[in-house]
């Protein structure tokens, strides 16, 4: 089967407001960050089937002859079963090579299998909360779609860049939530909506609202560096919610409603002038957002130093994504000075967090031109990463 060879990107993700509420039919705004992973497809012609993961130290190769001829449709569908099971114990690895085995036996499964590598690396810090395993799904969505031709190749020769239209996004993105519910088990989409459309997104029961006018925010952003996996968090809320049905709802009624008056905020502040009192409102709204989230049981001690030390500096944080550890964001006002900033870095690298300002808003999911790769480095802590060499394709 004759198949494209395609470089993506997709933007990684904050949550404001609205994390593990979201799964359960709740409001929730999410920006993109400008942290991207990045995804490039080779075919090959050595009849093997090759994927290097650096950032999770995976790399693998399958003989399509051979090996992978036991991959037919039947396991095709007991993998579609398994998607469905929500208890499994995979680790990174599995996890990531489990959806990217899915996808492409998906896209590819009814022909013959194509011989390819697939390389993907990252600047998102993995497993942390700004929804790296989004990027990565939504890369492999975009990437296998438009290897195999089922979407279009937007990029025209004189672009460096470009992005699919509307339907074809929507395609990516619903390919993109089934990698999700691999690596999280019951994902609400908000993550993989944010790195198929960038921006920022308010997200309801699979309903995506891109809002166009939105205040620039300066955040800060902090990785606590404790580890912790999303589906784990999830499942543990879910039980929560189980236990104590009439004590929990209301907690989730409640960050509802911060979501919904976050964004009412924002808009206010798009048309009229922003005042002081805009910002407090926003800083309250963290505040209650990440009592809320303790109650839910996601909370964590090394979160509770991260707000304890910005609080010190009159900052309001709040932890994002699945909580349980990862990272946090720490909402910056227009009038913070840059030793402020300064200071407050320092105070949370001596805690042994990593931490910097960060923009928002970068664009969602990408192909790029070839030559891309000249300016790119694989930037896995700031070092670059060599893949592993396989006879023809190298990134
Ligand atoms: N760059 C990457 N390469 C391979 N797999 C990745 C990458 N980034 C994320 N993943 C997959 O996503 C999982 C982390 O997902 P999750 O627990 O939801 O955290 P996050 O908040 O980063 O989305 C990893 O265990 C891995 O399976
Ligand atoms: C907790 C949740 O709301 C966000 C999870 O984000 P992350 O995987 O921690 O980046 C789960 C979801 O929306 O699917
Ligand atoms: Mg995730």
Same mark, same amino acid.
């Given at each position: ?13 904050a ?10 039919g ?39 002859r051979?090996?992978?001829?036991? *991959? ?45 590598t ?6 998102? &810090? ?13 890369? *492999? ?15 025209n ?7 699919w ?22 994902? #609400? ?12 997104l ?7 609202? &891109?809002?166009?006018?939105?205040p ?10 404790v ?5 784990v ?11 104590f049905?009439?004590i929990?709802a ?9 979501s ?37 049981g996601?909370?964590? &001690?090394? *979160? ?20 349980g ?18 200071a ?34 694989c930037?896995?802590g ?10 023809? #394709?190298?990134?």
């Open positions: 089967m004759q198949v494209r060879d395609v470089l993506v990107s997709a933007p990684g993700k949550i404001l407001h609205g994390e593990h509420a979201v799964v359960h709740k409001v929730a705004l999410a920006v993109s960050l400008n942290l991207r992973s990045y995804l490039c497809l080779k075919a090959t012609t050595g009849g093997n089937l090759c994927v290097n993961l650096p950032n999770i130290d995976t790399f693998l190769s399958w003989d399509l051979d090996e992978l001829k036991l *991959l037919d449709p039947d396991l095709v569908r007991r993998l579609r079963e398994f998607v469905g099971v929500t208890n499994g114990n995979l680790n990174t690895s599995q996890m990531a090579t489990l959806s990217f085995l899915y996808l492409y036996l998906s896209v590819f499964g009814s022909g013959e299998l194509p011989s390819l697939v390389s993907v690396w990252s600047e998102l &810090p993995t497993g942390a909360g700004l929804g790296s395993s989004a990027a990565y799904s939504v890369c *492999l969505a975009a990437a296998l779609l438009c290897a195999s031709g089922a979407i279009s190749s937007p990029l020769d004189w672009d460096h860049t470009a992005r239209c509307q339907e074809e996004l929507e395609l990516i993105n619903s390919w993109a939530f089934q990698g999700e519910m691999i690596i999280h088990g019951n994902p #609400s989409g908000v993550d993989n909506a944010v790195g198929t459309w960038g921006g920022m308010r997200f309801l029961a699979g309903k995506i609202i &891109p809002l166009s006018r939105v620039l925010l300066r955040i800060l952003l902090t990785n606590t560096k580890p912790r996996s999303t589906k968090l999830v499942s543990r809320v879910k039980d929560k919610i189980n236990k049905p009439s929990m209301p907690v989730l009624d409640s960050v509802d409603a911060i919904c008056t976050c964004e009412k905020v924002l808009s206010e502040m798009t048309s009229e002038p922003i005042t002081g009192e805009h910002y407090n409102a926003l800083e309250e709204l963290f505040d209650i957002n990440q009592h809320h989230l303790n109650v839910m996601v909370g964590h &001690p090394a *979160l509770d130093t991260l707000c304890r030390v910005t609080l010190a500096k009159g900052l309001h944080s709040k932890l994002t994504g699945a909580g550890g990862g990272c946090g964001i720490t909402l910056l006002r227009p009038e913070t000075s840059s030793a402020v900033v300064q407050t870095v320092q105070d949370l690298k001596d805690c042994g967090f990593d931490c910097w300002e960060t923009s928002i808003g970068g664009p969602g999911v990408q192909q790029h031109a070839p030559c891309f790769l000249q300016f790119s480095f930037p896995v700031g070092d670059r990463v060599a893949l592993k060499d396989d006879e023809e #394709s190298r990134v």
